[in-house]
């Protein structure tokens, strides 16, 4: 403070003409003492000065540079604060000093706790620790820190307190114990302490004795670069800390300022520092006058105050590494310039009111605060100073760390800093490969109280512990968590689903009756012998056209029943594949008319057998006028026409439509057809059922005519068949989802198919092919007249 008060009066650019003046208090770490000095400065109650020129008037306190302290600086500045003396803080950070309203006429060159605590929780950030140890001292700065770090903490979601824990002012053994003990059954591994290094080494004194070793520790401002506690006998436990440390500056001159120390040879002087004398002793083994009894006799020099300070390595001079001295330096130099910006008001041109400027003869110190919020200059080191409208410095931190040297020496290194962006947020710089870390390996400790969930899960928080204490569940099925500790599983959209790992949506399979899987193959092959057997037979009946067993029943209707059968196996296609709007709306209108016309055509044999029965017997030749060609023929459009009908008005009114099944399964997409009215589909079933019917009641009733006519046996056993495989295939197609109902429909047309094909041809191929002698008409009626 001397150094830079002498700095600004020999500057003839700052304060010209005018010689700025001090005096110094020493608080002794007390409330009282402090806020006593401070109310006897403000109040001109202050020793008498003897000044060496004529000044006007007694010399004002402009400015008051300090406390040191939050707590004191508390008590001072709700005080002063009151008759807005200004006063400047070097280290006072409590983040409640921010408060205008409590205090007015408060400035510090130090980062408020509240930017402190955002810079650790940044630290947090960066390594992942989510789970960590607090402890504070039972004062101001350590209460307000950790109801700020508390807020702040679960604001931003970067992690939890395992504890909280108050150190106690002094020695307090039990305590003491009783905080490792908590340390020690934490999970936590990482501890921050918001403390001063008088309440921090007790503490480490009980950790020493316990042996509670790897914990990464983080520092306050307060204790980062406390030497007190960088010693060999503690670097096993306090190796690798982490620490917020004030902004390192450089203050040129100041060595060769202080190699000018001299001390107080003269006891008579009331001026005389007897702390310099104190210092002076120390460092040169020496005594001033009146040395204890026996000194120089056991050989001890006496001091004489012309000893050379450059001669000794001492720490007073260690002008390498400033940083609350940094900071006295800016706040010296803020009250002066804020002096100086009043000074050059001119009149009329004034800030207050009336356009009136201040002046040193009429001095009123609310007047040198609002120059002192509106203060902006940058130091011979490069830094910018000014203040917020809470009268808090540019927030700026180093960050360092405690380096444990091979040989035991210790040494903090810089290894980045944290500062306030221009958006508003902090940005941290680490190099992390100048890191010491005091684990093995040397890489930073994990400090979560829960793993992280990976993707696929979620967390479930546990049940009265904090948030990042939860637990990891699997996302169900058909949901999906793409990113780490995802609160919730989100659902895939309808036609995806969960992968394996639940970590992102894949397109569902597709399900239909294909032409490539086994049982398409096996359907299709079938679908397709029997359109061959169907070809084979109409070839050998074409071929032998001319044969009674052809001719017998009208051998075009028969002709038509091959074609028929042949659409019917060939309409089974219709169901196998994609489905699509056009194989949808074909695939049962092509059944529906293919089994009618198939039908329709054993109806019409049928009862031509009987009537052709009924002709033979005397006065019955008059049935046969009703069954001829041409009326056969036209009953089988009649009734296949029928059928066309009902399926153009279905189709017309509610078609068919392919259709994306997600019932069924939910990992899949089963395509099927919907059959758009079930009325038109149980219409266009019951017709042919109906036919069927009729067919096999007209042949039943004809099963015991002459074998002359044996073809109705032959109709009733196919209409049989015909009639059970169409009865078991409703219960069984209802039952059956998906493609299962596509197969089970084409089963059921092609068992018809090949009953139909079987029981109709089957004789008659046989006889044609291997019995001709039988293919007689002669040996036909023989038959007849034998069993007669």
């Keep these: 403070m001397v150094f830079a008060v002498e700095e600004i009066n020999r500057n003839s650019k700052l304060l010209p003409n005018l010689s700025l003046g001090y005096i110094l208090y020493d608080t002794c770490i007390n409330h009282g003492i ?56 070097y280290f006072a950070t409590c983040s409640c000093l921010s408060d205008r309203q409590k205090f007015p006429s408060f400035f510090r060159t130090i980062p408020s706790d509240a930017f402190q605590v955002s810079a650790m929780i940044q630290i947090l950030k960066h390594f992942g620790w989510t789970w960590v140890g607090l402890l504070i001292s039972n004062d101001d700065y350590g209460l307000h820190a950790a109801r700020s770090f508390q807020n702040d903490l679960s604001q931003s979601g970067s992690g939890c307190l395992a504890y909280v824990e108050i150190l106690p002012l002094g020695y307090d053994p039990a305590e003491q114990r009783r905080i490792v003990d908590v340390m020690k059954k934490s999970t936590a591994r990482v501890v921050i302490a918001f403390a001063h290094d008088s309440h921090v080494i007790n503490l480490i004194e009980e950790v020493v004795r316990q042996n509670v070793t790897g914990l990464q520790w983080i520092a306050s401002e307060s204790w980062t670069a406390a030497a007190v506690l960088q010693t060999p006998r503690l670097m096993p436990y306090l190796g690798g800390t982490l620490g917020i440390a004030i902004r390192r500056g450089e203050i040129p001159g100041l060595r060769d300022f202080l190699l000018q120390t001299r001390p107080n040879i003269y006891h008579d002087n009331r001026y005389g520092n007897s702390t310099v004398n104190q210092f002076w002793e120390f460092t040169f083994q020496c005594r001033f006058a009146q040395p204890p009894a026996g000194w120089v006799e056991g050989g001890g020099a006496l001091c004489t105050g012309q000893e050379d300070l450059e001669t000794v390595e001492t720490e007073f001079l260690d002008t390498t590494d400033l940083r609350p001295e940094y900071n006295i330096y800016k706040a010296v130099y803020a009250l002066a310039y804020a002096l100086d910006d009043m000074l050059q008001c001119e009149p009329g041109r004034g800030p207050f009111n009336g356009y009136s400027c201040g002046s040193l003869q009429k001095l009123e110190l609310w007047q040198l605060v609002h120059y002192l919020q509106k203060v902006n200059f940058t130091t011979s080191f490069g830094d910018q100073v000014s203040f917020d409208e809470n009268g808090d410095a540019l927030p700026i931190y180093d960050i360092m760390n405690w380096h444990w040297l091979p040989g035991g020496r210790i040494k903090v290194q810089n290894v980045g800093d944290v500062k306030r962006s221009s958006s508003g947020g902090e940005v941290l710089k680490l190099d992390e490969d100048r890191i010491f870390w005091n684990f093995e ?224 399964h939910n990992d899949k997409i089963v395509y099927e057809c919907v059959v758009g009215s079930t009325v038109g589909f149980a219409v266009l079933l019951g017709y042919i059922g109906l036919l069927a019917i009729l067919s096999f009641l007209i042949a039943f009733l004809a099963r015991n005519l002459p074998d002359s006519f044996n073809e109705a046996k032959l109709i009733t056993f196919s209409m049989l068949i015909f009639c059970a495989v169409w009865v078991a295939f409703v219960p069984a197609y209802i039952s059956s989802p998906g493609k299962h109902a596509d197969a089970v429909e084409v089963f059921a047309i092609l068992a018809s198919s090949f009953g139909l094909l079987g029981a109709l041809f089957g004789p008659k191929c046989y006889i044609i092919l291997l019995r001709p002698e039988r293919n007689t008409k002669k040996a036909i009626m023989g038959r007849g007249v034998t069993k007669q």
């Excluded at 948030?467 to 995802?486: A, L, R, Y």
């Excluded at 895939?492 to 193959?521: A, M």
Aim: glycine share 6%; with cysteine.
């Design 34 to 89: 402090g806020f006593r000095a401070a109310m006897s400065m403000a109040s001109g109650q202050e020793e008498h000065i003897v000044l060496d020129d004529n000044c006007v008037g007694s010399p004002p306190v402009i400015g008051i540079v300090g406390d040191s302290s939050s707590t004191r600086s508390i008590a001072i500045s709700s005080v002063l604060g009151l008759y807005r003396v200004p006063m400047v803080s």
């Design 441 to 664: 390996p040397k890489k930073p400790p994990r400090s979560v109280c829960s793993e992280s969930c990976p993707q696929g899960t979620r967390m479930v928080r546990k049940k009265g512990e904090p948030e990042c204490c939860f637990d990891c569940i699997p996302c169900s099925e058909g949901k999906i968590s793409n990113k780490t500790n995802s609160m919730e599983c989100t659902s895939c959209p309808e036609d995806f689903w969960s992968s394996p790992q639940h970590d992102h949506c894949v397109l569902k399979r597709t399900e239909f009756l294909s032409y490539h899987e086994p049982l398409g193959i096996c359907l299709t092959t079938a679908s397709l012998l029997g359109t061959f057997i169907c070809a084979v037979v109409l070839g050998i009946f074409i071929h032998h056209r001319s044969t009674p067993i052809v001719r017998a029943n009208n051998s075009e209707l028969t002709f038509q029943l091959l074609l028929s059968l042949k659409l019917c196996f060939l309409c089974s296609l219709l169901f196998i594949g994609r489905p699509r709007l056009w194989t949808c709306q074909l695939r049962h209108a092509a059944f529906g008319i293919s089994f009618v016309l198939c039908v329709s055509c054993i109806l019409v044999k049928t009862m031509v057998v009987l009537a052709v029965f009924r002709a033979s017997k005397p006065g019955g030749e008059a049935s046969l006028k009703w069954f001829g060609a041409m009326q056969q023929r036209g009953t089988v459009l009649f009734l296949t026409f029928i059928q066309a009908a009902i399926c153009t008005a279905w189709l017309l009114s509610s078609s068919p439509a392919p259709h994306k099944n997600t019932q069924y």
